[in-house]
């Protein structure tokens, strides 16, 4: 079992949760996947529910996707790093992924969803993802450079559904890229 935890990009808004990336590993991966991902959540939310949502069940793996929502809120990088660490030493015997958090797009975003520095934000974003590349405890799965990949040539509506939040085509393209790292 694959336990996913994190924020509403995991839970797959605005999608249904069989269209989030979680729910494709499951459903064309065949990966035994459990998502846990709750809508607005931030990593200090995500480590206080982890012993209950993740220890507890006693995953095989568990992939960790959180830090959104802190940057929106002015966060910085380091502050959910230290997070993320907190949740790896409790997940003892459980192999973890961290994902690389999945980048705004900034005037999509500004317009659609609540007010923020997106551009603030997404600087946070890639030096958490720089900080993660390099981890040593946990591997790495930088779905954000395979989310630039996957929106090369297309417009910002066909990548996200509000300059957060991936399309379907999008989590469909998460899935794939996760299943070929943990396959």
Not at 26 to 38: H, L
Not at 61 to 87: H, K, P, W
């Amino acid at each position: 079992m694959i336990t996913v935890i994190g924020n509403s990009i995991v839970n797959g808004y605005p999608h249904r949760r069989s269209e989030s990336f979680t729910g494709i590993l499951r459903s064309e991966y065949g990966f035994d996947t459990v998502n846990k991902g709750v809508n607005g959540d931030t990593v200090s939310g995500v480590l206080e529910r982890f012993e209950k949502d993740v220890v507890s069940k006693k995953p095989s793996s568990c992939i960790i996707l959180s830090g959104t929502n802190d940057f929106i809120q002015g966060r910085t990088a380091g502050y959910v790093y230290g997070m993320l660490c907190e949740m790896k030493a409790k997940a003892e015997g459980i192999k973890v992924y961290f994902l690389t958090p999945v980048l705004t797009e900034p005037e999509m975003a500004a317009k659609l969803w609540v007010p923020a520095d997106y551009k603030s934000v997404n600087k946070e974003m890639i030096i958490l993802a720089d900080i993660l590349r390099e981890e040593e405890t946990a591997e790495c799965i930088d779905i954000q450079t395979a989310l630039l990949e996957f929106g090369k040539g297309k417009s910002p509506e066909e990548v996200y559904v509000d300059g957060i939040h991936p399309s379907k085509e999008a989590h469909r393209a998460i899935a794939e890229y996760i299943a070929g790292r943990i396959g």
